[in-house]
C-alpha cells in the first residue's frame, strides 16, 4: 500500500501544530484520557481511519487501558466494560461523527445523558476531541495515509 500523497496537515506549515494546538485546549479540563482514548477509537472505526484504529489503541495501552476494553470499543453497547460516563461519550461521539445519517444529528436524549456526565469545560473538551479526531480521520482517509508507515 502506498499514500496518494503526503498527509496535508504535513505539506501544509503549521497545520500540525494549530492542530496540536487545539488538542492542546482540552487539557486540564477534567475529561479522563481514557475517555478521549475510547473517543478516538470509535470515531476512527467509523471512519475507516487505519492510521488511527492503528495507533490509538497503543497509545491508549500507554495510558494503562486495557486490550479488553479496546476490543469491546466497536461493540461498546453490547459489552460490560464502560462507565455510564463513557458510554454517554460514546454515543456523543458516534453522532458527532455520523452528523449527515439522521435528521436530528444529535438527539436530545445523547446530548442530555452527556451533560448528565461532564460539566460545561469537560463536555467542551469531549466535543473538541471528537471534532479533531474526526478532522485527523478525514484527513488520512482521504489520502489513504498507511497505518503504521508512520509520516
Not at 77 to 88: G, I
Request: a negative charge.
Amino acid at each position: 500500500m502506498q499514500a496518494r500523497m503526503t498527509n496535508p496537515a504535513m505539506v501544509l506549515p503549521g497545520a500540525v501544530a494549530a492542530l496540536q494546538a487545539v488538542g492542546g485546549t482540552t487539557e486540564n479540563t477534567g475529561l479522563p484520557t481514557r475517555t478521549v482514548h475510547l473517543v478516538h477509537l470509535r470515531a476512527s472505526q467509523i471512519n475507516g481511519c487505519g492510521v488511527c484504529v492503528d495507533m490509538h489503541p497503543k497509545l491508549a495501552m500507554k495510558d494503562g487501558e486495557t486490550v479488553e476494553r479496546l476490543l469491546a470499543v466497536a461493540a461498546w453497547r453490547e459489552s460490560p466494560y464502560f462507565t455510564d460516563a463513557e458510554r454517554a461519550a460514546l454515543a456523543l461521539t458516534e453522532s458527532v461523527t455520523r452528523l449527515a445519517d439522521r435528521p436530528d444529528p444529535v438527539p436530545d436524549a445523547v446530548w442530555d445523558d452527556a451533560a448528565d456526565h461532564y460539566d460545561e469545560q469537560q463536555l467542551a473538551a469531549l466535543i473538541m476531541q471528537i471534532s479533531l479526531i474526526n478532522v485527523w480521520n478525514r484527513l488520512n482517509a482521504t489520502v489513504k495515509q498507511v497505518a503504521g508507515a508512520g509520516w
